[in-house]
């Protein structure tokens, strides 16, 4: 590569990043709409830092690959049809397109929970099937980044703090210098590969 051409390379990369086309997007599958922008937009930050980008289909992705899809909402016919391998809206197309071509589909919000207290108990089976099935297809509900760390104040640290705070995805967990860990605690950390750091 010679001097001019590494130049306009490194000219390019540069422009790419001034103007955004650098960053991170998110594609949304739906109508585009400001409120969702609003609802989104904190859900991803905590994945790919300020500055994503959130797009919605038929907008110029500007050669990137978007790195998640979020389906805002999935009704219970759409629901239906997707475990069946159908879609009935050009929506839900892109949607099994993108699970056709094994890309993970991350959905907000499943309409059938609406109904968890009226539903008769097997046509809530039913959907509560659908989701399963379909996570299977790679369609899965959105799950928010939380932080690896995490602070407890309390002088006693039992193995029950530790296993909850390993499943909310917790690394480090932050206590008190003068806190006791029992040692059932310490050998939870352990085989959770967490670390238990004391701190004033």
Known sequence: MDIAELVHTVVLEVLERIDG?????????????AALVERIAPLVVPFFGEGTEILFPGEDCAGRTPQKYILPELS?????DLAAGRA???LMEKTLTLLLRGVEVEVLDFAYRT????APGPLYDLYAAYEKK????GLREFRARRPDTARLRESLITAGMVEQAGTEGVRILVVPAAANVTPLA???AESLHMSILKQL
Do not use: I
């Not at 086309?21 to 709409?33: E, F, I, K, W, Y």
């Not at 219970?76 to 239906?80: G, I, K, L, Q, W």
């Not at 379909?134 to 297809?137: D, F, I, P, R, T």
């Open 115 to 118: 109904y968890a207290e009226s």
């Open 88 to 90: 009935s809206s050009p």
């Open 186 to 188: 310490a050998e939870t």
């Open 76 to 80: 219970c016919s759409d629901m239906a």
């Open 134 to 137: 379909l996570a299977s297809y």
């Open 21 to 33: 086309r650098g960053n991170a997007c998110v594609m949304v599958l739906a109508t585009r709409d």
